[in-house]
Each structure stands twice: as C-alpha cells, then as structure tokens.
C-alpha cells in the first residue's frame, strides 16, 4: 500500500467523522415534526456531542501512544457505524439522543489517533503540513456533511432514512480501509496507562486565558446556535422549506470558518480575535435584521459574517493560549481551554432552546443577541486597549489542537514565532 493512500484512508475517516457530526443539522427540523419534541429538545441532542466529544478527548486521548493508532481508529469508525445504524432505525428522541453520544465518542476517539498517525505518514514529518492536510479533512466532511444530506433531504425519498443508508455504506468502506492500514505509529508500543488528562490553569496566565476563553465562547456559541437551529430558523422564521438551501446555508458557514482559519492562521494572536469578534458581533447583528425582514439573502450575508468570526475566534485564541502556555503546562492548559470550547457549544445552546421553548423562537434569539452583543463590544474594547504582543503564532488548526490538548507533544500546536 502506497503511503498516499494511508494518508487518505486516515483523512477521510476524519472527514468520514465530521461528516457524520455536521449532517443531521440539515435535517432536524424534520425529526422536530416527526417526533414532536421542542427547541430545547433539539438544542440537548446537539448539545449531547458536543459534551460527548470533550468527555472522549479527556478519557481516552492519550491511549493511541500506548496501544497505537490503528486500534482508536478502529474503535471509532466501529461507533460511526453504529451511530448510523441507530439514526436509520430512530422511532423517538431517545435514540436520537444515544446516536449523538456515539458520533461525539467516536469523533473524539479518531481525532487524537488520526492527528498522529498523519504526522507518522507524512514523509518527512512535518507537523505542519500534516496539519494543514489533517484540517482539509476535517473542514472538508464539517461542510459537505450538512450540503449533501440537505440536498438527499429534498429530492430523495424517505429523508431521514436514505441519508444514513449513504452514511453507512461510506463509513463501513472507511473501516475496511483502516483494517487494512499497516500500524502508522513508528514508537516501540506498550501495555495501555490509562488517565485522564487534567484540565488546569497555570495562577500567572489566568486572566489571558480569561480572555481567550471569552473570545473562543464568543465565536463558538454562535456557531452551536447555527447548528442546532439553523434548520428551525430557515423554517420558522425566513420560510425557507428547502432542506438543500438549508443545506448550502451550513456549508457556506463551516466552508467560510474553515477557509479564514487557513489563510489567516500566520496573523498576530489580538489581531484574529479583534477580526473574528468584530465579524461576530456585525453578523449576529445582521442575523437579527434578517429575521425581523425576513429575508434569507441578508442572513447569507449574516451566515459569512459569523463563520469567519467563528474560525477567526477559535484561531486567534488558540494562539493567544500558545504564546501565554508554559512550555511543560500546555497540554493540561490546552485541555481547559477544550473544556470552555465544548461547553461554549453545548450548555448556551440548550439556553436558547429553552428560551424559545417558552418565548418563541424569535424572542430566543433576540435575548440571545441582546447578551452576546454587548460582550462582544466589551470584549472588542479590551482587546483595544491590551499592548500588542510583539510577534505572531502560526497555529494548527483544529485537530492539532486536540493532540496538543492531550499532551502528545508539548510544542505539537505552535510553529517558531514570526519575527
């Protein structure tokens, strides 16, 4: 087997993972007719990976550098699998909920594993490039998911079924290439030394990972309100009934987040969080506006607003936690910074779905910018008002954050500074 292959057996079991994640935010307006259940119910199953993946990434993170990469990503494309069966086979909320659970295990399980083993592939290690390949990956299936099961969801028949027959026969081609993948770890492997890895923040750099943690909850909310109700919104709101445009909605808002992260992750740590809170606070304003005149063209322009404030928010504070780390506290440091990453995607979110449980779901979301705005304007003036770090992070991106938060290496997710 041909190490161009390898590589792409493990790329596109990342991208087999985020496709799985992003695909039901096209279709959950469908289950909220068929099952009945509210926006907060909607708010919780998407929620539920979010909390899934964190508990993934901590439990079981660093167990590939023991027992190898081959057997995590075997295991997780085994849960993918399983996850797809349950959804195909969903008669209620419940198993909605367990098919979630088992997309966040899975993603959280392949993500560390895959990370690795594109390092070990790539010929001549470079970190970086394999950064920028494992990104692709894992940008790639994070906007295609959502565009193709939206566009299964219009034309074909029986929409929350035929998605997941497609899901299944991708994911069970994915197992069959990770079987056949020769073990990519080139370390003598051993007996498993299960820990959990442990969150902490160093007492001297607690208010800059305040404030990172501020500018990453700021991007990604925004981003766990797309896609949990972004399916409700399009419906409900702008009478959009097309699952497909739904659907070209959330690739052009993972596409563009994903995109701005690349070309961006060279610029200074303050500037990318100034450039993606800016981009956050004018596109949720613009969300509002679209909603109150109903017109789905304004939210597009909203959609590209927020998705470069979201990967412009995760980038810039990341960067901030490299520069501000101790070199032999990063990866527990990283690890609380995934802590208030996942928990600013999940516990806001389900907020919101309560509020417009309640109130409807235009107050929500009223309330919902009545909050994040003036704490992005704040936050925008803090920002100002900082001294300018001296030099700027090229930063890997979101996977590679993953295995520097589980300690495979203590410089595995920041580059020589710029001069």
């Known amino acids: 087997m041909s190490n161009r292959l390898r590589i792409a057996i493990v790329v596109n079991l990342l991208m087999l993972g985020t496709f799985a994640n ?115 990956g ?12 939206g566009v299964m969801a219009q034309y074909l028949p029986r929409p929350t079924v035929t998605p997941f027959y497609f899901e299944i026969a991708i994911q069970v081609v994915g197992l069959v290439g990770v079987l056949a993948l020769k073990e990519p770890a080139e370390h003598g492997l051993k007996a498993m030394n299960w820990r959990i890895q442990r969150p902490a923040v160093p007492k001297e750099i607690r208010s800059g990972f305040a404030m990172a943690g501020v500018v990453v909850t700021i991007g990604w909310v925004v981003g766990g309100i797309y896609g949990a109700l972004g399916g409700s919104l399009d419906a409900q709101l702008l009478h959009v ?9 959330f690739f052009t808002f993972a596409f563009i987040g994903g995109a701005s992260q690349i070309v961006f992750r060279a610029r200074s740590a303050r500037h990318s969080m100034f450039i993606g809170v800016t981009a956050t606070l004018v596109g949720i304003i613009c969300v509002e506006a679209s909603l109150f005149a109903v ?84 936050t925008l003036v803090t920002l100002g008002r900082s001294p300018a770090r001296p030099k700027s992070v090229v930063v890997e991106l979101e996977p590679s954050m993953t295995e520097a938060a589980l300690g495979y290496s203590a410089d595995a997710a920041v580059a020589a500074p710029q001069n």
């Open 22 to 136: 992003n695909a039901l935010s096209t279709i959950y307006v469908i289950y909220e007719k068929r099952f009945g259940f509210s926006s907060l119910t909607v708010t919780a199953i998407f929620a539920t990976y979010a909390l899934s993946v964190l508990v993934a990434l901590l439990v079981v993170g660093r167990l590939s550098d023991d027992v190898g990469r081959k057997p995590l990503m075997i295991a997780g494309a085994l849960m993918l699998i399983l996850s797809s069966v349950i959804f195909l086979l969903a008669t209620g909320t419940a198993m909605l909920l367990v098919g979630r659970v088992l997309v966040g295990f899975a993603t959280g399980t392949v993500m560390p594993a895959a990370t690795a083993a594109l390092v070990e592939l790539e010929p001549n290690h470079d970190r970086r490039r394999a950064s920028l390949i494992t990104t692709v």
């Open 138 to 149: 894992f940008l790639s299936g994070a906007a295609i998911g959502p565009l193709v099961v």
């Open 241 to 249: 009934r097309s699952h497909a445009l739904a659907g070209v909605v």
């Open 295 to 378: 017109s789905a063209a304004l939210f597009l322009v909203a959609t590209v607003l927020v998705g470069v404030g979201n990967g412009m928010c995760f980038i810039g504070s990341l960067a901030l936690i490299n520069e501000i780390a101790p070199l032999h506290r990063r990866a527990e440091t990283v690890a609380a910074y995934n802590v208030v990453g996942y928990f600013a995607i999940s516990l806001p979110v389900i907020g919101v779905g309560l509020l417009a449980n309640v109130f409807g779901l235009k107050s929500a979301t009223v309330a919902f910018a009545a909050v994040l705005v003036p704490l992005a304007a704040v």
